[in-house]
């Protein structure tokens, strides 16, 4: 239980030492490992990020979440902005006091959501007009109004607002999502920077975007490192629908042009071998639905890959979800039980799969940790996804461990 | 997070030394206090029991359970005798290890469910054929295979197989519930003691029925009675549909036949002035869905009565759902965040309001004992009564505070 104390304390902030300074400790091939120092701790890299749409990870309290080792959540300024709203948050004394979380949140800015669950009714230069997907009420957002919203909910990282196209998204569409961003990260930085002088403790990511389209990426990154310096960049506009193949492609192509120094944060991205594909082409952080959702719907992430837990074959199975993990799950109750949780529809049963799932996931980053701190990763990694999906080839598993929107 | 150990050790049974013993501690007007002691540790009365119909607490962990106090849960026979099975449940080590719950269980032997949830095809004086409520399957159900379902669980305590009619069933229908009642729990009793012979680590408690008509509820206490000297008696058929007052009635005329040295267990009933109102007429055991059911529903138990968590009132208010209340919700969230769980639909509220009101009930009974030991119950629950509904006169409330089936 912690105490409703007001959230920790807030480093200074000046041109030499940035709040949000990310730390290089090894290389190993592409992948990395770093530390990243934030106004409420430390995120140690690769990482995963759980996702906190409305302020709390679905069915997980944040106890649990300090317990399965999240050592930063997500939450998104879009849901929190149309409810309960931004200035209740800050009245309240900020997301990290409203929702009892003490270690680093992000708050992602909301441009996915706007195109994706929104009712657009017109985007121009200026802004984003459209309808709420809750009420139809109809909203207005522009770049520094989700700077503003961002800094009402007080997140040790923001992300600035970006025109999101889909997956699928012709070579104009999404030239022209790259040159509106541009123009929108220009005001967003202006606008943190007036908010943030008094503050101190945000920082705040660029979100690259650029379809399937490398040389847009490029123009996208190209046109973000010339307005400032940044701690991390956001990859935005994967893993909505485009081809794996053509994900990868970027990612590849996009990696020896981002900074050494800084952090990469790939937006959207959690399913286990996906992760571990990023992680070794370069990638440092990543957040998804699938851990919560897929424990929700009954889905256990396992090594041999992902298991629907109503299997006739778990009906007496003594044994936990996954042997010799160290989840809460784990070491209580057997696959039986967990079973017996679903088929009943018992509430718990969406609790103690989605703790193993994000458990699952944090426990991947931190091994893909060891064995780059440790210079065996590509052995490391080879043998891990070897054994995932081993399920699917004996039949006990069930499809979709690949990339996927969350 | 508990081991996986098997559960705790069994007590020796003889006919001078009952596993199960009530001790009564002290008396304050018809208001009693004591201890019972079970396999798996002591039961504190007056006590509140939170209900695992499925082996599970609804939204709630064994863990949270036992922090916020409880010393004692349900699970119903009827249920896991459908689902998963009590032999699947035997073969995995019983229900304490199955649903990782270590202090003690009781289970309900079905009759309320029998009787209220399936489908009835036929009631003999031999046991009782009917449709289950989940795929319509046949089964025939014995009082022998009911006391064989409650030893496969292997819970603490187990309930007498009874016929449980309506609340307001006229005086045959009761005459003959009573009757048959008997003649079950002769049977009840002979299967047990085959059973336990080899065991010796639960009780078996008798169920007294006669539905509003006192007469026929002394009937049933002397019936039960005549068979042999038990460690405490379930009253059950009551708070099921019949108007309150006949049920204080039942109550009050029955309390002074109910042997001093055994426990009183009032089935099914769970708000907080009902309890008050039996604990001060002499009983000493009660469980309820009440608590978690409303707590899912958005009611929140408060000293001034239940209040609906979405009142605009709570949006921005900072305070715990109850000030100065010592559960892990009120010690982590605002109402205003509780709020927010639930306009925003969100499984952690179902959980935070479960755990709060399970706490306020537990502790309202350890308030209610300490009141006893203290030799001023009476002037404690007046008080306490007092300012309960305070918030309905107000118009803050919501309607139902009352005796209600769970």
Same mark, same amino acid.
């Given at each position: 239980?912690?105490?409703?104390a007001k959230?920790?304390s807030?480093?200074?902030?000046s041109?030499d030492?940035?709040?949000?300074r990310?730390?290089l ?7 990395r490992s770093?530390?990243w120092?934030l106004?409420?701790g ?7 990020m759980?996702v ?5 990870v679905?069915?997980v309290?944040?106890?649990e ?16 902005y149309l409810?309960?709203g ?7 004394g900020?997301l ?5 979380w ?7 800015s909301?441009?996915f ?15 984003v007009?459209f309808?709420?997907?809750i009420d ?6 522009t770049?520094?109004l989700?700077?503003?919203i ?16 889909p997956?699928?998204?012709d070579?104009?569409?999404a030239?022209g ?5 541009q123009?929108?990260?220009?005001r ?11 503050d101190?403790?945000q920082v705040? &990511?660029?979100v690259i ?5 490398? +040389? =847009? ?8 490192? *010339?307005l @400032? ?6 990859i935005?506009g ?20 981002l900074?050494?120094?800084?952090l ?6 959690g ?5 571990l ?11 998804c639905v ?6 929700r719907?009954g889905t256990?992430f396992?090594s041999?890959g992902?298991v629907?837990?109503k ?17 809460w799950?784990?070491s209580?109750y ?5 079973r017996h949780l ?10 103690? &799969?989605s703790?193993?799932?994000l458990?699952?996931l944090? +426990? =991947?980053?931190?091994r893909?940790r060891?064995a780059i701190l *440790?210079? @065996? ?18 039949g ?6 690949g990339?996927?929107?969350?």
């Amino acid at each position: 239980m912690s105490a409703r104390a007001k959230a920790g304390s807030q480093s200074g902030r000046s041109a030499d030492q940035p709040v949000g300074r990310f730390e290089l400790e090894a290389r190993d091939g592409a992948a990395r490992s770093g530390t990243w120092q934030l106004a409420h701790g430390a995120v140690r890299t690769p990482a995963f990020m759980p996702v906190g749409t409305h302020g709390t990870v679905k069915a997980v309290s944040p106890e649990e979440l300090a317990a399965l080792g999240a050592e930063i959540v997500l939450a998104n300024a879009y849901h929190l902005y149309l409810r309960p709203g931004h200035e209740l948050i800050r009245k309240l004394g900020g997301l990290h006091r409203f929702m009892d979380w003490q270690r680093p949140l992000l708050t992602d800015s909301g441009g996915f959501q706007v195109f994706s669950l929104a009712n657009i009714n017109r985007v121009t230069d200026e802004g984003v007009w459209f309808q709420s997907h809750i009420d139809g009420s109809r909203h207005f957002v522009t770049p520094e109004l989700v700077i503003e919203i961002e800094h009402a909910l007080g997140a040790d990282v923001t992300m600035a607002f970006d025109q999101c196209p889909p997956g699928q998204a012709d070579r104009e569409t999404a030239a022209g999502a790259v040159a509106r961003t541009q123009g929108w990260l220009e005001r967003c930085v202006r606008r943190f920077d007036e908010l943030s002088g008094s503050d101190g403790s945000q920082v705040l &990511l660029p979100v690259i975007q650029g379809g399937t389209y490398l +040389d =847009l990426r490029l123009e996208s990154l190209r046109g973000a490192r *010339a307005l @400032r310096s940044w701690v991390g960049y956001g990859i935005g506009g994967l893993s909505v629908g485009e081809p794996k193949e053509l994900t990868y492609e970027i990612l590849t192509g996009l990696e020896p042009d981002l900074p050494q120094d800084s952090l990469r944060y790939l937006m959207g991205v959690g399913y286990p071998s996906d992760l571990l594909e990023a992680v070794r082409q370069g990638y440092d952080l990543f957040d998804c639905v699938a851990p919560t959702r897929n424990g929700r719907n009954g889905t256990a992430f396992t090594s041999a890959g992902p298991v629907n837990v109503k299997l006739a074959a778990w009906r007496d199975d003594e044994s936990p979800i996954e042997p010799g993990c160290g989840c809460w799950a784990c070491s209580c109750y057997s696959r039986a039980y967990v079973r017996h949780l679903f088929v009943a529809g018992e509430l718990l049963g969406l609790r103690v &799969l989605s703790i193993h799932n994000l458990y699952f996931l944090t +426990d =991947l980053m931190r091994r893909a940790r060891a064995a780059i701190l *440790a210079g @065996r990763f590509d052995v490391w990694v080879e043998e891990w996804l070897g054994r995932y999906g081993s399920n699917q080839k004996r039949g006990n598993g069930i499809a979709g461990t690949g990339l996927r929107t969350g």
